[in-house]
């Protein structure tokens, strides 16, 4: 198991336990970024080694901070 944390900008637009399809951005430059879909929530920037292979995930929790929500994803690798 692997938890990643992906940022959502407003509330509401998923719940905990929920199941959520995750894909992949890969621009030319051999970094990746993720995306719950529909739009939902980004991740951060990943390295070839990092790379998040499947794609389906459950959200375990949702925090919200100062700078806005954020989903952490429970995902098997």
């Known amino acids: 198991m692997r938890e990643e944390r992906f940022k959502m900008e407003r509330p509401g637009l998923v719940e905990e336990g929920q199941e959520v399809v995750i894909s992949e951005r890969s621009p030319s430059t051999g ?25 389906k995930g459950v959200i ?4 919200e901070t100062d700078r806005g929500f954020y989903l952490i994803v429970e995902i098997e690798q």
């Not at 970024?33 to 794609?55: F, H, K, N, Q």
């Not at 375990?60 to 925090?63: D, M, P, V």
Request: charged content about 40%; cysteine-free; glycine content about 4%.
């Open 31 to 55: 970094r990746y970024t993720y995306l719950v879909e529909p739009s939902i929530a980004m991740s951060g920037i990943y390295r070839t080694a990092e790379r998040i292979r499947d794609r």
């Open 60 to 63: 375990r929790k949702i925090e």
